[in-house]
């Protein structure tokens, strides 16, 4: 499994930014990542400075939004979909996206299910649970 760490996460998201303003050539995930930004005006001051990405602080306590783990979280969904890992999210994302009006918006939902199944299986200590996951997000394409 791949697990960088924060640092790494930040670097990456910085330096595809960086690049990407300067015209450089981006690698395929890169351009998926940058795809995100662009969705994303709010986190260019964070993209923009690397020194003091690396150095903040994102207390969800005090409501605070980390913009690296948004991203991430975008990149991560968006491979899954390519992928259909684990099986059934790329449907249940494109009936989600056709409910919403909005492949965007879709993520989001998908990111509350994302983060749940997450927070359960470190919470108890299992191994994330797929089928549960792709089960939140068929639920939410409900009307």
């Known amino acids: 499994m791949f697990a960088p760490s924060k640092e790494a996460v930040r670097r990456f998201f910085c330096d595809t930014w960086r690049k990407a303003s300067s015209g450089d050539v981006l690698t395929p995930m890169e351009t998926i990542a940058h795809d995100w930004m662009l969705q994303h005006p709010e986190y260019e001051p964070e993209l923009s400075d690397l020194e003091a990405a690396l150095a903040a602080d994102y207390d969800a306590v005090h409501g605070a939004t980390n913009p690296f783990l948004h991203l991430s ?29 909005s492949e965007h918006d879709a993520h989001h939902d998908i990111m509350e299910c994302l983060g749940e199944m997450l927070w359960t299986s470190q919470r108890h200590g299992l191994p994330p649970d797929g089928a549960t996951y792709v089960d939140c997000v068929k639920r939410r394409s409900l009307p």
């Open 73 to 101: 979280m975008h990149l991560s969904i968006s491979e899954q979909i390519a992928i259909d890992q684990p099986p059934g999210i790329r449907d249940a994302f494109i009936r989600l996206a056709e409910r919403r009006g």
